[in-house]
């Protein structure tokens, strides 16, 4: 049983990388010139149909996807013109309430299959979600790893400071399984939203070491140093992915699963370390 930890108190904001966003300078300026003025502009946008072409696939997905999503977005908008890829990257459990609460998005990567099960149980998954990955949690330390970590025995110890994630989010579940198979008890000192946050715990040097997921450790090319464990099998993570019932751009969603499902995705995802399902 955990002792009560100090939980991280800093919101979750959406990450987004847009591309092409509709320029709205112009229809701004068209209110304050003359009439003749709006008559060229009208017949200038007229021959211009790309603005009005412009739509946004939304995708709400796992923080530890951030990499490899970002990827894959820059691949999706050079296969179809016109599209900008906005992401929301955050803990799962906090996307799984985003979509149930009505948030508009057209797909949902979730890092293990409970979250995703609280969307699609509440009619919000258009068809039966598909696992497209797997991944496994690793020890984070610092590079000169100051606490002398080996195992995962070494952070039960009293003079180690450990941050994990929350319970509710899928790398904290997974933690959670991890001891529970092995009986090795961490108190940690934090708590946080999500993978990312508890990885920046070490990065920053502020905690000996964090459960974090393998493909974080590859994520922060030399900022922090994974060590295996071979009690991480006991809880290796599946992602589902599935387009969303009410999605905004149902075409977009569809495309995006597939391209999330096809070889190229696979390749994209087992670089950043992920096991491809």
Not at 87 to 95: C, D, M, P, V
Not at 106 to 122: G, H, I, Q, R, T
Not at 215 to 225: E, L, N, Q, R, Y
């Amino acid at each position: 049983m955990r002792e009560s930890p100090r939980h991280s108190s800093s919101p979750v904001f959406p990450r987004r990388r847009l591309r092409g966003t509709p320029v709205l300078a112009a229809a701004l300026l068209l209110t304050a010139v003359g009439c003749g003025q709006v008559e060229d502009d009208d017949s200038a946008a007229a021959g211009d149909g790309s603005a009005a072409a412009e739509r946004t696939l939304t995708v709400f997905a796992a923080a530890s996807l951030t990499e490899s999503f970002e990827e894959l977005g820059t691949r999706f908008e050079e296969s179809e013109p016109g599209v900008a890829v906005e992401f929301n990257f955050a803990g799962s459990s906090e996307l799984a309430q985003q979509i149930n609460e009505g948030a508009p998005a057209d797909v949902f990567a979730s890092a293990n299959p409970a979250n995703m099960d609280l969307v699609a149980e509440a009619g919000g998954a258009d068809g039966e979600p598909a696992v497209f990955v797997r991944n496994i949690l690793e020890i984070a330390v610092p590079p000169d790893n100051p606490a002398g970590i080996e195992e995962l025995a070494d952070l039960a110890g009293d003079d180690v400071s450990v941050a994990l994630c929350a319970v509710e989010v899928p790398c904290g579940a997974a933690a959670e399984a991890v001891m529970d198979d092995s009986g090795v008890e961490i108190t940690p000192v934090t708590e946080e939203e999500d993978v990312r946050a508890a990885l920046t715990k070490v990065e920053l040097g502020e905690v000996d070491a964090a459960l974090v997921y393998r493909t974080d450790v590859i994520a922060s090319a030399g900022a922090v140093t994974g060590i295996e464990f071979p009690e991480a099998e006991s809880a290796i993570n599946d992602y589902p992915i599935a387009a969303l019932a009410e999605a905004p751009e149902p075409e977009l969603a569809r495309a995006w699963v597939e391209l999330v499902t096809s070889e190229t995705g696979a390749e994209i995802l087992s670089d950043a370390g992920f096991r491809t399902a």
